[in-house]
């Protein structure tokens, strides 16, 4: 069983910055397709970033294009995602998914194993 832990989240004003990170515990990620996706109160999980084992491919939800970036360091055994420009609708808990695939996976059916979630508040 691999269970993936989140970390970085908090409370951040709008126009700020926060910086996510995802482990996984007792396994190397760098077979390892990753995504992050959030869920606010009431709505359904939605996707927000992925990326392939290698970080050479990477995929973003429009909502987040352009302020959002997804990357991996293998030797670290980390994947980020590093969220600028934060605006109130990005206040959701934040949950990274893995999955040993060579590929993107943007769909929450995807993944094998989940973390946590980490909150993430977007004060206006």
């Known amino acids: 069983q691999v269970q993936l832990v989140e970390s970085g989240g908090g409370l951040v004003q709008a126009g700020g910055s926060l910086r996510l990170s995802c482990s996984p515990s007792g396994r190397t990620f760098s077979t390892y397709a990753v995504g992050w996706f959030r869920q606010a109160p009431g709505k359904d999980r939605d996707f927000v970033a992925a990326i392939n084992w290698s970080g050479g491919s990477t995929s973003y939800a429009d909502s987040v294009k352009g302020r959002f970036t997804i990357s991996r360091d293998n030797a670290k055994n980390t994947v980020y995602l590093q969220m600028n420009t934060l605006k109130p609708e990005d206040t959701a808990v934040y949950y990274c998914?893995?999955?040993?695939?060579?590929?993107?996976?943007?769909?929450?059916?995807?993944?094998?194993?989940w973390g946590q979630g980490t909150q993430v508040t977007v004060s206006s």
């Open positions: 998914a893995g999955r040993p695939s060579t590929v993107v996976i943007t769909t929450s059916s995807g993944y094998n194993y």
